[in-house]
């Protein structure tokens, strides 16, 4: 006879994956809603405002691992099957485009801070961390051992990528005089290419996970796919079905990051954040404007090469939005490592003077 413990386990499992079910149900309604509305990027802004939105009435769940990995894994597929003999074309471009992008990563970062500091009345190490355009996990738990208020860092981080994914589409759509998507490729890969290449896609993926690259799922996946159609063994691009699908889990897991997040403190500093991470693109635009000049890149291509925002969320939009996926990878990727060399040469300086940190603190 089953126990009662038997019983609780199992109706805590039905919960848990009821809670889910409806998490992705959400994701999935909000995506199809922004598609429809022809919302630039819809599938994935569509779902993370709708996931987001469950999250505040408290009804959504964590997304498991096992989906955020099919997530990661297709978006890589996807973003893989671009590639082809004249895909590296301007690469002759990415070490001074890179370049610039460095410079750009520190003027946002220092916009985004002044307004954090002046605005709000922030300490400078808080508002630094909470800059930062990248390494979110670093930079919380780095503002924890500093004593800064990690809560508020954690949701600037946060939010920071929910803005972008739902307004650089429109940017880019209005400078590129109302074309709401990406074309459909006329040839597209069939469902057994797809399953061998999302099975190599995710042998890829392991491989650097194991030796800890960070976003390692994603550009495993991409590499593998773009050897693949590279060398011609797969004939097309990935499907519209394919990418939505893919779209809306990556849109399901950011949204429920925000499951058991206290909205109050989001609302005391939502000006605050609307602000910072409008002087970050409004940085992003100036610099992306630059190099559409001097790099032969478009401006749509450069702006979300350089966007403050989170290296996977910014590859999906590039794919969805018809703009070179391969030289905006390579952008996010070198950012990446930018920032997790420098960050702990500026962790160390900001930790020279605790006190004047903490007392701002007080203030703030």
Known sequence: MASTNDFSGARGLFAA????????????????????????????????????ALSALGRAAPVSAPLRVMALVTMGVAIGAVVGPDTFSNIAAYPASVAMMV???????????????????????MSLLASVPGSMSYIVSVSLTMGADAAKVAVVQMSRVIFLVTILPWIIVWEQGGHMAAPVAAVVDT?????????????????????????????????????????????????LWFLNVGQTLLGAWVGSRFVDFDWRLFGAICVGTFAAVGAA?????????????FFGVSFGTALIAYA??????????????????IFVSAHHLARYFVINVTLPFLVAWLRRNPAADAKGEEAS
């Not at 999302?198 to 993926?205: C, N, P, Q, Y």
């Not at 693109?281 to 000049?293: H, K, M, P, R």
């Open 281 to 293: 693109i409004c940085v992003s635009v100036g610099f992306a404007w630059t190099a559409a000049q």
């Open 17 to 52: 994956h009821s809670a889910e079910a409806l998490t992705l149900a959400a994701g999935a309604a909000g995506g199809l809603l922004f598609s429809w509305l022809r919302v630039p990027g819809g599938a994935m802004s569509g779902s993370v405002i709708a996931v987001a």
């Open 308 to 325: 403050p925002g989170g290296q996977d969320a910014m590859m999906v939009l590039a794919l969805t939005l018809g703009v070179d996926p």
């Open 191 to 239: 469902i057994p290419v797809l399953l061998a290449t999302m099975a190599a896609g995710l042998f890829g993926g392991w491989l650097l996970q194991q030796i800890g690259m960070q976003g390692g799922m994603l550009l495993g996946a991409l590499i593998a796919s773009g050897i693949i159609h590279y060398v011609g063994l797969a004939p097309g691009r990935a499907p």
């Open 103 to 125: 410079v750009c990563v520190v003027a946002m970062t220092l916009a985004s801070a002044l307004i954090w500091n002046l605005m709000l009345g922030w300490p400078p190490a």
